[in-house]
């Protein structure tokens, strides 16, 4: 099990903080399309702030650790590690609290290749603990516009975890789901928790979309984000999300693991 000191190290190891696989000519462009009020960066976000693009550099250098420099256009982005195990703590300490209220709880995932795992063990002790984990509106579909044009994907759930799969679109062989920033998901999901008469989540833990169409919602939130999605940033500056975890979203799954374990030791829930 990593401490905090440990973890740093893991962290930057394996290009989880630190030097990040993200682009800073990547990030820029997000809080371009950001500071314009984009929906594809929003994600479910309404900002009640101005957050013009240079508004946003500084809320990512103190969020995440970018550079702040206005000169540093090209590059590699970098997460300050300590940032990230600080977002960690905070992330385990909403975990905790809902497990030691036994309360319903929501997982979902735009980067289902990546992240499911960890998601997955989170889900897993929390249902462990007593807490009923959702699975609303499976197999419903939802028409998402992509870079590929419109796509009409369908609401799943592998362990607990929500993500969408492109409908006549997978492969034999290939990972299952499709990636995607949309907040459409979580609506569908919360829509039909509400109209099914269930219990409606008391937390959402995921990424992109889940996250901010949830806290734009009211429905507590938190998450792990990449340099390049400010929406959570500022969903956490302004109060809409609980938890936004700094870290690359992008590296192999199974370099997940490590932070799974260390979120359940300090959530207390681990096996």
Same mark, same amino acid.
């Given at each position: 099990?990593?401490?905090?000191?440990?973890?740093?190290?893991?962290?930057?190891?394996?290009?989880?903080?630190?030097?990040?696989?993200?682009?800073?000519?990547?990030?820029?462009?997000?809080?371009?399309?950001?500071?314009?009020?984009?929906?594809?960066?929003?994600?479910?976000?309404?900002?009640?702030?101005?957050?013009?693009?240079?508004?946003? +550099?500084? @809320?990512? /250098? *103190?969020?995440? %650790?970018?550079?702040?420099? &206005?000169?540093? !256009?090209? #590059?590699?982005?970098?997460?300050?590690?300590?940032?990230?195990?600080?977002?960690?703590?905070?992330?385990?300490?909403?975990?905790?609290?809902?497990?030691?209220?036994?309360?319903?709880?929501?997982?979902?995932?735009?980067?289902?290749?990546?992240?499911?795992?960890?998601?997955?063990?989170?889900?897993?002790?929390?249902?462990?603990?007593?807490?009923?984990?959702?699975?609303?509106?499976?197999?419903?579909?939802?028409?998402?516009?992509?870079?590929?044009?419109?796509?009409?994907?369908?609401?799943?759930?592998?362990?607990?975890?929500?993500?969408?799969?492109?409908?006549?679109?997978?492969?034999?062989?290939?990972?299952?789901?499709?990636?995607?920033?949309?907040?459409?998901?979580?609506? +569908?999901? @919360?829509? /039909? *928790?509400?109209? %099914?008469?269930?219990?409606? &989540?008391?937390? !959402?833990? #995921?990424?992109?979309?889940?996250?901010?169409?949830?806290?734009?919602?009211?429905?507590?939130?938190?998450?792990?984000?990449?340099?390049?999605?400010?929406?959570?940033?500022?969903?956490?500056?302004?109060?809409?999300?609980?938890?936004?975890?700094?870290?690359?979203?992008?590296?192999?799954?199974?370099?997940?693991?490590?932070?799974?374990?260390?979120?359940?030791?300090?959530?207390?829930?681990?096996?």
């Amino acid at each position: 099990m990593l401490s905090g000191g440990g973890l740093r190290g893991y962290l930057v190891a394996a290009g989880l903080a630190g030097v990040v696989g993200t682009s800073r000519e990547r990030s820029l462009r997000s809080y371009r399309l950001f500071a314009a009020r984009d929906p594809r960066v929003l994600i479910g976000i309404d900002p009640q702030g101005g957050w013009g693009e240079a508004e946003l +550099v500084r @809320l990512m /250098a *103190a969020k995440c %650790g970018v550079s702040d420099d &206005p000169r540093c !256009v090209s #590059g590699h982005d970098v997460i300050d590690p300590d940032l990230t195990v600080a977002g960690l703590d905070a992330f385990a300490e909403r975990v905790g609290a809902v497990a030691r209220r036994r309360a319903p709880v929501l997982f979902g995932t735009g980067h289902p290749h990546r992240l499911i795992g960890f998601y997955a063990g989170l889900a897993d002790a929390l249902s462990a603990a007593g807490c009923e984990v959702l699975t609303p509106a499976q197999g419903r579909c939802v028409d998402i516009t992509t870079r590929f044009g419109l796509r009409t994907c369908s609401l799943d759930y592998v362990r607990g975890v929500g993500f969408m799969r492109e409908v006549g679109r997978e492969r034999p062989g290939c990972a299952p789901g499709a990636h995607t920033h949309s907040p459409l998901p979580v609506r +569908v999901a @919360l829509d /039909a *928790a509400a109209g %099914g008469g269930g219990p409606l &989540p008391e937390l !959402v833990v #995921g990424d992109h979309g889940w996250v901010c169409g949830a806290g734009q919602l009211g429905v507590e939130a938190i998450g792990l984000a990449d340099t390049d999605d400010p929406a959570l940033f500022v969903g956490e500056a302004e109060g809409v999300v609980s938890v936004a975890v700094p870290v690359d979203d992008g590296v192999r799954s199974d370099y997940y693991t490590p932070l799974t374990r260390y979120v359940l030791n300090r959530a207390c829930l681990s096996q």
